[in-house]
């Protein structure tokens, strides 16, 4: 993987390379050694005077994965030289695991970056549960993911949930803690860490809401256990409901959450553009 731009201006490499490319020291003094920066195509030190004009290039070495890429529908929402945003269906995983190695959302980007001639990597920035869908945000290379792990993501997700609240917005402000192993599932206990969800009613049906849920924190389950600890379960959740939520989507045949990814906001890691993505996947 190479990161790419033209100089604007005359200066120090090591200067494009931390204010233009955002590079961190570490990193740049890990590949000044080899002939991994280049200008014009030409391997320079760090302390090279780059001129208006020239072509300054990096060349990112990302290990090979272990698992194959493959051909698969691929919706792609966003893509520029550093970043790549895509719609993950229901059903899908990430990343393999020890039990799959292929059909996950891995698989068919590396297949995608295979077909269209980029040497790039599989870094997701964002992650969802498996029957979770939406949006889902991938760095190109280990740099753009780490750059991007520091700065704050807007998240909007949708979700139908039985019963709804009262007020038309509001705050659930309530600590999450996890289960002892072998279990993955949380629960709501003062032991637990902060966890806050900001919510919204989108629309109002006699049993159901729709709802724009903003996690201000990211604890797993968060938005799913918060509904549900709320009195208003999201629909088809195998895993946190009530008696009557539980049936209610068992006679609409549901069997998994009804949880959309629905939209990604933030500042663009190398120039700075706002950027706001939203999914074309819709809660039927």
Known sequence: MELKMVA?????????LKEELKMSTG???????????????????TDYAVQSGDVITVR????????????????VLYEDDHILAVDKPAGM???????????TLANYVLGYYERTGQQSAFHPVTRLDRDTFGVVLLAKNSHIHSLLQQMPLEKTYRAPVFGGPEADQGTIDAPIARRPL???????????????????VLQRQEKTTLLALRPITGRTHQLRLHCCHMGWPILGDPQYFTEESRAYSDGLGLRSQLLCAYSLEFSHPITEERICITTKMEIK
């Not at 604007?8 to 494009?16: A, C, I, N, T, V």
């Not at 990112?60 to 919706?75: F, I, S, V």
């Open 27 to 45: 990193l740049m003094n890990r590949l000044k050694w080899g002939d991994a920066i280049r200008v014009n195509g030409v391997p320079q030190h």
């Open 182 to 200: 072998p279990s993955l599932l949380r629960y709501i206990g003062p032991e637990g860490k902060p966890s806050v969800t900001a919510y919204e």
């Open 8 to 16: 604007r201006r005359q200066g120090r490499l090591s200067s494009f």
């Open 60 to 75: 990112l070495d990302e290990p090979k994965p272990e698992y194959p890429p493959q051909e698969g529908l691929l919706t």
């Open 93 to 103: 995983l990430i990343h393999p695991s020890r039990s799959q190695n292929d059909g």
